[in-house]
Nanobody, 124 residues
Framework: QVQVVESGGGVVQPGGSLRLSCIVSGITSGSTFSNYVMSWHRQAPGKVRERVAF????????LYSGSVKGRFTISRDDALNRVYLEMDNLKVEDTATYYC?????????????WGQGTQVTVSS
């Protein structure tokens, strides 16, 4: 069973930085981490979950939501089965639980796996 585990959350002051990490394990034969498209999502209390960053295979097709563009950077290391989210110039409104999502499309059918989330709190 594929497992997704996030780490790197914490408490930071406005204007500070954090680097989130996500590792994917349990990928069975027939696929590899490099086949997966990866994304980071966040959910604040009382709000819907939103995607903040996406990275395609071979680090192609990188997308950001308008609220984080220019401040967050997504990257991946296929050799380590990891994806990262570098978050700079953090704002109070970035406070949320951040989730990593792994997606593959074997035979054109989408399968996805979520991590348990890591809390990011931006507060003075």
């Amino acid at each position: 069973q594929v497992q997704v585990v996030e780490s790197g959350g914490g408490v930071v002051q406005p204007g500070g930085s954090l680097r989130l990490s996500c590792i994917v394990s349990g990928i069975t034969s027939g696929s590899t981490f490099s086949n997966y498209v990866m994304s980071w999502h966040r959910q604040a209390p009382g709000k819907v979950r939103e995607r903040v960053a996406f990275i395609g295979r071979n680090s192609g097709n990188i997308l950001y939501s308008g609220s984080v563009k220019g401040r967050f950077t997504i990257s991946r290391d296929d050799a380590l089965n990891r994806v990262y989210l570098e978050m700079d110039n953090l704002k109070v409104e970035d406070t949320a639980t951040y989730y990593c999502k792994a997606e593959d499309f074997p035979d054109g059918v989408e399968i996805s796996f979520w991590g348990q989330g890591t809390q990011v709190t931006v507060s003075s």
